[in-house]
């Protein structure tokens, strides 16, 4: 056991690293899952639902969120809504201003006026430059809808996310 230990810490590990890794391979082995009939519904997206306690027919963007986390280990408090992914505690970037830099496995949020709250997330994989990063997120689709029909990688703008948060302990 203790040649273990050492390794990873002669090799630079930390069990951040190692989670930042298991996230970053969960989220993009889902990468192609598609709902069944495009109802929020299909054996996976289930399974994404089933981790926030909901069944078929639910927006499950929040849902990919937790069950990857679920997944790796890293307990969270992120439910069902969109709005459970964004911490002012956790604030890696928020409302156009980098509090930290964001790394692999961070989670954004998107705000949208006409609804008055947030209602999509998913996950920051890699900052592109300071003006767009590189996303994996469920129930979205290749325009980048909130309300999609599977799991897809995608470009976004920092300008247009409401939020950044980390909730991979450092």
Known sequence: MHFIIFIFI???FSHSGLSQSCIADTYYSQVGVREATGRNDGKQVELYLKSVG????????SAFVRWCFDKCGIKTTINAMALST???KRLVYFKGKFIKEPQQGDVFTLYYPHLKRIGHTGFHDKKINDKIFKS???????????EGDGVYVKYRSYRAIYSINRWIEQ
């Open 10 to 12: 002669l090799c630079g």
């Open 54 to 61: 909901l069944g078929k027919g639910y927006a499950w963007c």
């Open 136 to 146: 994996v997120e469920g129930n979205t689709n290749s325009a980048g809808s909130r």
């Open 86 to 88: 964004h911490s002012s």
